[in-house]
């Protein structure tokens, strides 16, 4: 793969059209201003990133992760970018200097499709037709699209999300750049090549998209399986991927910290462990002239997010070769130095068994897995049997974009999906509600 046709501003959906610009942004930063003023962006404000909403204590949503992520993107993009301009001069013509605008936007669009209480409602929905009633619809489903439903990702959504042509809405989705969307599948392949596990890249209704986006940007094809096909992941991906890992890392560190989940010498010495011995006692230093407890946190996460931003940098363009080749294995962040790697791995061993296994963080799984559960299995009945009453009813809760009439029914399921996925958790326990008959609407 080679960096001048990998970085295309060329548009999905728009790639007839030459639009006159009147201002001095790039197609890659359109591509941020867009997701920035979109109804889904906004939306990712009530949807769970670990801890419960809302609470008297803020803690991090999905969208002020996707904001703090798109920030250290960017700077890991601009910082590699500038490093291989310096070592290669003659890539100054191609758009490898709009790296961090390509990286930023597609890290605010990564957690877009994600549906409401997080893992959990992933795992509601796809446990639906594994465990629950829609085990019934496996004999009306190809492979292909049984293997989409019965893994339900918010990776391989988002990618619907930006591209899929729903009802009203242009063709191409939100029309975005070739770069941006290749830069946020992390699993450059379908469902049924995901060996068992749950993590791919894009369903079997935007394949043709996703190929046709690898095509024109020389994404290199690794295998085929019937009409399944295995790609190498964009070289941008691996920022987009290190960005988020550095960020909800560290930023669930704090917010346990916030919510007296750590105590604030063991916060601290998390922190710390990212950190030179000199590194160390400047920091030290600087937390002795704040008072503010708060703020020492606070410091200090920022100095463990700019070593691990230093160093996922370095092992990106140390093996800018193997990336570009689809030979290089594994993630940025577990490449780092041994230093900030088992800092990283303690941080990583504390979040699993003080926060994520947490009672708070338990107790908004369960419910959203019975929320999820319960809108899935309704509104999946609901498509299957339209004549009914009840099934009118719910139908006629659901936005026109969404085609829950499609002459298919793999293709009415994914619009259920879509409208479920799309709900913010306050919205969808506000329905459940109210189908269970727990509240009225305010009169």
């Known amino acids: 793969m080679n960096w001048k046709q990998l970085i295309s501003n060329k548009r999905l959906g728009l790639e007839h059209l030459h639009e006159a610009r009147k201002d001095d942004r790039t197609e890659f930063q359109r591509d941020y201003d867009r997701l920035i003023f979109s109804a889904p962006f906004r939306r990712l404000q009530n949807k769970t990133q670990v801890f419960p909403l809302p609470g008297s204590v803020f803690v991090h949503n999905r969208l002020t992760h996707s904001l703090e992520v798109a920030c250290v993107g960017r700077s890991l993009g601009n910082e590699v970018s500038r490093l291989l301009l310096r070592r290669s001069p003659g890539l100054a013509e191609t758009h490898i200097g709009e790296a961090g605008a390509i990286v930023s936007a597609a890290c605010l669009a990564h957690d877009l499709g994600n549906p409401p209480f997080g893992h ?6 796809a446990t639906y037709f594994t465990e629950g009633k829609g085990m019934n619809l496996r004999e009306r489903l190809t492979r292909e699209q049984w293997s989409d439903i019965t893994n339900f990702e918010g990776n391989a959504n988002a990618f619907r999300l930006l591209t899929h042509q729903f009802r009203g809405r242009r063709p191409g989705g939100f029309v975005m750049t070739y770069s941006t969307l290749a830069s946020i599948v992390k699993y450059p392949y379908a469902s049924v090549l995901a060996g068992g596990k749950q993590k791919f890249g894009f369903f079997m209704s935007e394949q043709k998209e ?3 986006i690898a095509a024109e940007l020389g994404i290199k094809r690794l295998s085929a399986e019937g009409e399944a096909a295995r790609y190498v992941r964009h070289p941008l991906v691996y920022l987009v991927e290190a960005a988020d890992d550095i960020c909800y890392q560290m ?3 704090e917010d346990a910290y916030r919510l007296k989940i750590l105590d604030t010498e063991q916060t601290k010495r998390l922190y710390r462990g990212f950190m030179d011995p000199e590194r160390a006692r400047r920091a030290e230093e600087v937390c002795r002239m704040v008072a503010d407890e708060n703020e020492q946190i606070a410091y200090l996460r920022s100095v463990a997010i700019g070593v691990m931003v230093k160093e996922c940098t ?3 363009v140390e093996n800018e070769e193997s990336i570009l080749k689809g030979t ?3 993630t940025l962040v577990g490449r780092m130095d041994e230093r900030a790697k088992r800092a990283y791995e303690d941080c990583s061993e504390v979040a699993y068994s003080r926060i994520y296994r947490s009672k708070e963080v338990v ?5 959203g897995y019975r929320v999820m559960s ?5 509104m999946i009945e609901a498509v299957m049997n339209p004549e009914k009453a009840y099934s009118r009813l719910l139908i006629n809760r659901v936005s026109a974009q969404y085609d829950v009439a499609a002459p298919t029914l793999y293709g009415r399921i994914m619009a259920v999906l879509d409208y479920i996925s799309g709900m913010t958790d306050v919205y969808a326990l506000d329905l ?9 609407p305010a009169v």
């Not at 959990?120 to 929905?125: L, M, Q, V």
């Not at 107790?363 to 419910?367: N, Q």
């Not at 459940?432 to 009225?440: A, Q």
């Open 120 to 125: 959990s409602g992933e795992k509601a929905i």
């Open 210 to 212: 996703f190929e046709k």
């Open 251 to 253: 930023m669930d560190i």
């Open 314 to 316: 370095r092992v990106f």
């Open 328 to 330: 290089f294995r594994g």
């Open 363 to 367: 107790d908004v799984e369960l419910a």
């Open 374 to 378: 319960t809108l899935t299995d309704l």
């Open 432 to 440: 459940y509600r109210k189908i269970n008959g727990n509240s009225l």
